[in-house]
């Protein structure tokens, strides 16, 4: 059988249809200034660390960075203090899933790819938008305006490009469509959501450690607390978590 949601599937929907989103209007000036303390730290982490580019083999070209508050259930301590008003204004988010800067170099795409949820959609508010900067889902490519919302569905083929020579970053934020604020159906997607970036990548527990990551999942916790313990069993070990939590510390979680 043909559910609802399946019937109204489409690439980009109208923000009108959304009436919390103007809540977030009026909070623009302080999420941009911001994301573009954000901006130059990720300048000050590629001056200091050396970070080279990415290739076609990451799924993008050039520099693409995610700066998560909150992602599937798990929220960023570290990146949460450094961003106070942008972390206010995740109260005004129905249904949140996940939330943050997304941040698109110069010169530089992410290439054509899919979400995996179906029940959840997407939305970029405009924070930093030159020109020459595009979304493109489906058939349809819309450009990124300061101050407004673009709301789309990443289960439907899509890419994004930065043709000019200054930095674009967008507020990002996934939300439960409005026909799926379902309780268990959250539950089981923020699941599914860990379970896919976190639970397959024990190398990014650490960096979580790091970053003050805290979720209510507790199984996922005890598996953080583990390898941050195996680490730190060791001088190098404890060497290399120091190292990781300095810059963390300074710089927030970011990731690329």
């Known amino acids: 059988m043909t559910s609802t949601r399946q019937t109204m599937r489409r ?12 809540t977030l209007r009026p909070r623009f000036a302080a999420l941009r200034a911001e994301a573009q303390e954000v901006v130059n730290r990720l300048a000050l982490r590629e001056l200091l660390y050396g970070v080279e580019p990415r290739s076609v083999n990451d799924g993008f070209v050039g520099e693409w960075a995610r700066y998560y508050l909150e992602s599937a259930g798990m929220s960023f301590g570290v990146n949460r203090r450094h961003c106070p008003e942008t972390s206010r204004t995740l109260a005004l988010i129905p ?6 800067f997304y941040i698109l170099g110069p010169r530089s795409h992410v290439l054509p ?5 179906e029940n959840i959609l997407r939305c970029h508010f405009g924070l930093i938008c030159p020109q020459e900067c595009a979304l493109r889902i489906g058939d349809d490519a819309r450009s990124w305006v300061e101050g407004e919302f673009l709301v789309f569905d990443d289960t439907i083929e899509h890419e994004s490009w930065n043709r000019s020579d200054r930095t674009r970053a967008v507020f990002h934020f996934d939300f439960l469509h409005p026909l799926d604020q379902d309780p268990d159906v959250w539950v089981r997607q923020l699941r599914a959501v860990r379970e896919m970036s976190i639970r397959r990548d024990p ?4 960096w979580l450690t790091a970053g003050e990551v805290t979720t209510h999942d507790v199984d996922l916790m005890t598996e953080i607390d ?5 680490l730190r069993a060791t001088p190098e070990g404890e060497a290399r978590y120091q190292s990781i ?3 963390v510390e300074t710089l927030g979680l970011i990731y690329v």
Do not use: N, Q
């Open 11 to 22: 690439g980009f929907y109208d923000a009108a249809s959304f009436p919390f989103l103007e």
């Open 95 to 100: 249904g949140l899933v996940a939330a943050g």
């Open 113 to 117: 790819h899919t979400g995996i949820c």
């Open 203 to 206: 190398g990014k527990h650490v």
């Open 226 to 230: 583990a390898t941050t313990r195996t």
């Open 245 to 247: 939590r300095a810059m």
